[in-house]
Each structure stands twice: as C-alpha cells, then as structure tokens.
C-alpha cells in the first residue's frame, strides 16, 4: 500500500503549541474532523474551530488531573485497528470504534522541566502516560495512521495531503513512525537517567542515552566518514547551547576542539581574565592576565606556530583589544560568554572565523558523564569533576614552594587535566611556557615541551628557553626519576604530580638533589 485511505479524523494533543491553528484549521478546510483534550481543545475552540473531545468518545471525563484521558479502546483502537482487515473492521464496528487517521501529539515537556532545576514532583508530573502509548500505536500501525511528534512537521503533512487527495503516502508515515519512536525512545531515556540521578545510581543497571538532530555536518574527523551533533538536553553552557554569530558552519573536529577549549578556560573559573587556545584537542597556550588581551597574548607566546588555525576560548566578554589581537593571525572558531558589539564587528570582518557565544561557563566540578562506543558496547564513566586546591597538596620535598610557584603550580596542574596523556605542562607567572601531549613515554612529553618551549623562545628571541624558573605539572605519577630529571634539566624549579608510584621514593630523592620543592597531590587526570 503507497497510500493510507483519506485522512478522515485526526486527534490533536500538545502541549507545544507552536503552529497549531494553522494546522487545524488547514485539517479542517480539508474535511478533517479534529478531536482533541483539554488545553489543546480549548485553544482550538478560541480559535472558532469546531473541536470534538476526546471525553464524547470514550464515554469518560478526563479524570485523575488529567492523567487519564485517551487510555481507552475507543481511541487506542481507532489508532490500531489494520485498515481493510475484515475482522479488525468488524470488532471495531461491534464496539463503536471509529478509525483516527492521523495522531498529533508532543509530550510534556519532562527534560525542559528538569533542565530549570525544577522540584522532585513538578518533574514527576510532567512524565507523559497517554502521550508515549498514542504515539507508539500510531507508529506501528503506520500503514494506515500518519503520526506527528513535532510542529516541524505540520507542513509536510498538509503538503501530502495536497497532492493525494486528502492521503499520505507511506514512505512519509514510515519517516513518521521513526522518528516518533527516536522520540519517545529519547524521553524514556532522559526519565530513566533523571530517576538514577536522583537516587544516587551513577552506573545503573539498565542505561539509555538519546539525543536530538542539532545540525548535520558535511563529514566526520575525515571526509569519507558521516557525522552530526546531536544535542542531549544537558543544561550545561557549551557549543549544544551556543549561538554562533557569524562564519561558516562548524565541523566535527571544530565542535570537539571548541568544546575542548571552553572546558578547559572554564577549568580556570572567572575571577581573572584566562585564554586557551586549543589545536587538536590539546592546549597549545593557556594563561591567565590582568586582561583578556594580556592572557591572550601570554597563550599565544607559547606557541604561536601550533595557534595557527586554533580554537580560542575565554572565560569573559570579549572586548574590542582582545578582538582586534585574536584577529591578527588565521584562528578557526572564538567562544566565550559573551562579545560586545564592537567585538563583534572586528570579528565580522573575517568571514572564515566562528564566532560563538555560550552566555556562560560550565562548572568544572559539575557531575556528568563521558560515553564512548566500544564494538558491542558504550564505556560509560563519571566526567573528571576533580579539582585541586592548594588544602590538597602535600610538600614531600625538603624545599616547600614558593608563594608564586604554588600557584603557577595549581594553574599548571588544572591545565594538565585537559591535556591528552601522557601530559607535561610548564608554566610560568599564569602561563603556560611548554606543552607535551599525548607521548607514549612521560620522559618524551618533558623533552617535546622543553623542545617547543626553547622553539617559542627562539622566536621571540628571548635569550633562554621560556621553561627556565617555570614550574611543571606531571597528568599521573613519574614512575622512574628520568621524567623528573628531564623536567629539571629543562630549567623547572618546582613540580606538581599525583604521586602513587612504587619509586615516589626514588623520585622525591631526585628531586631534593636537584633542590626542586615537589608537592603531590593525590588525583590522576589521564585523559585519552
């Protein structure tokens, strides 16, 4: 069957009512009776639309608040009964049931609910009973019932009836009946994982993940594989959230660095001006300043060749001399909170850059989680929520840290976190001055480091490497005294790293011989 007989009767339940009257009244200039609940129906009839209740057909009022209204044969079974099966037609006639050719419902809104931070009850009463069990009716019988779970799909409707006769034509309602149960496959998922949030159960034993289309992307990490964004519903300020003011659309690896960058400037909260700057998911320059230009510019010094092309993160509202600075080389995509008008104008003039702004920044010691597919499987763990502060550290050298390295060696340790492991990370005065990422062997992250750190300096004909007098933060412990040496020979005074190995004593020894003061602190942040 390409097409389901003419839409006769179609039942209206929304609580988005975007685009509604128009709708109905279109089904209604084409001969469809409209049957409806509750505050649907009212805001038809308001409309001067002549509306049956669903209550005239059950035979029953709507009861309970509200939360029994369309359980019932005679709306159940006008979704389910098989149009031209003989004995489907004949119990439906035995029992008063008439066919319902088209469902249109949207749920309560249960995930906005949540996302405002709303009570345990409130979230409670807007988890949709009747709405789920409609739409998934209508979807199985989509041979004969068009099912709509959304206003964007009110046009293509009427358009199909339009040119059938009054029909749909079935690949439309099989496009229907997909998305309807991607739709309320996803609203179970957001309920099962509120309800273990709320109890407390960080790995249930059942787990579901769903997601809506935010946009498609031209190609995933390389241009022979598919990709697009779908956006979760997470309140967390970040690329799903953002508005992206101007440039061309984002791509895969775009919206990973960018989220990457924003997630580390937010690692470094809002009290002063920061900047990262991000290439391939690892920080090429990170600072703080007593401005956004000033850490800007500090960033960039760490590696201003790597910057070429980046992601630029700040952590407040981007001013017109940040603007003006972050413009003067080639940089794919800028987000921050906010830019000022002027910002933005400098920021127009360059066509092939982003500009995105989040309103916000995510809270670094929020929980949440990561999700990665395995073949057969997801690997699910908790975000990397740990924060250190200066009450978490513990001196094991001879030589305590001074006031200026303790903090140069907390701002090294947090960018450390979002630097891919094996992570080296010297900074100096708010800085960073020398990044090693992703090595198989530590040793090697403190030479790479070192290595573009004595590069940067070069450049900028500083007389020695920019790691003389900084500080460095080690991801995980040192398992021998040669990563450690290595950071020393590179010019590092003091050092910060979880410690944990079976030679920590061997490396603290090292390290009083080298007159290094060293603190561990006790949490690892491998990330690969």
Request: with cysteine.
């Amino acid at each position: 069957m390409t097409s389901a007989p003419r839409i006769r009767r179609a039942l209206l339940s929304v609580s988005d009512k975007t685009g509604l009257i128009a709708f109905a009244r279109a089904l209604a200039e084409m001969g469809v009776e409209l049957i409806s609940t509750g505050g649907t129906a009212a805001a038809l009839r308001a409309e001067g639309l002549a509306v049956k209740d669903v209550s005239e057909i059950t035979g029953f009022p709507e009861m309970l608040d509200g939360r029994v209204k369309t359980l019932h044969p005679r709306i159940h079974g006008g979704l389910l009964a098989v149009r031209g099966d003989a004995r489907h037609e004949a119990q439906a006639a035995e029992h008063g049931i008439a066919p319902i050719d088209l469902l249109v419902v949207n749920l309560y809104p249960f995930e906005a609910t949540v996302a405002q931070g709303a009570v345990y009850d409130d979230c409670i009463e807007n988890i949709d009973i009747g709405g789920p069990a409609l739409i998934r009716g209508a979807a199985k019988n989509h041979a004969g019932v068009a099912v709509v779970v959304e206003p964007a799909d009110y046009d293509g409707i009427l358009e199909a009836m339009r040119a059938n006769n009054g029909a749909t034509p079935l690949a439309l309602r099989k496009r229907l009946a997909a998305k309807a149960y991607a739709r309320t496959a996803a609203y179970d998922a957001a309920i099962s994982n509120w309800f273990a949030a709320t109890l407390g159960e960080e790995m249930p034993e059942w787990r579901t993940f769903g997601g809506r289309l935010k946009f498609p992307l031209r190609y995933g990490e390389n241009p022979h594989q598919r990709a697009a964004f779908y956006a979760s519903g997470d309140a967390r300020p970040g690329v799903a959230s953002a508005v992206q003011h101007q440039g061309k659309e984002l791509s895969y690896n775009n919206l990973n660095d960018t989220d990457a960058a924003l997630e580390l400037v937010a690692e470094l909260g809002p009290a002063k001006p920061a900047v990262a700057i991000i290439k391939h998911a690892n920080p090429c320059g990170v600072a703080t300043g007593a401005s956004l230009k000033d850490a800007y510019l500090k960033a960039l010094r760490c590696d201003s060749v790597s910057a070429f092309g980046g992601i630029v993160a700040l952590n407040g509202t981007i001013d017109v001399a940040a603007a003006e600075e972050i413009t003067k080389i080639f940089t794919e995509v800028v987000i921050a909170p906010d830019a000022t008008p002027e910002a933005k104008s400098i920021f127009a003039a360059k066509k092939n850059l982003r500009l995105l702004t989040t309103g916000g920044l995510p809270d670094p010691r929020a929980p949440g989680v990561i999700v990665r597919s395995l073949a057969g499987g997801l690997l699910v763990q908790s975000r990397d929520d740990g924060v250190i502060t200066a009450a978490n550290l513990k001196v094991v050298t001879k030589r305590q840290p001074t006031e200026a390295e303790l903090a140069d060696l907390i701002f090294a340790f947090r960018v450390a976190k979002h630097v891919k492991s094996n992570a080296i990370v010297y900074a100096k005065d708010g800085a960073t001055v020398g990044i090693g990422a992703g090595q198989m062997s530590r040793v090697d992250s403190a030479r790479i480091a070192a290595l573009k750190a004595a590069d940067a300096a070069a450049a900028m004909g500083a007389k020695e490497p920019l790691t003389c007098g900084s500080v460095v933060a080690s991801d995980a412990f040192f398992p021998f005294a040669d990563g450690l040496l290595a950071t020393a020979e590179a010019g590092a005074t003091a050092v910060i790293q979880p410690g944990g190995s079976m030679r920590d004593d061997e490396v603290i020894a090292a390290a009083d011989a080298k007159g290094l003061a060293m603190v561990f602190t006790g949490m690892r942040h491998f990330r690969h």
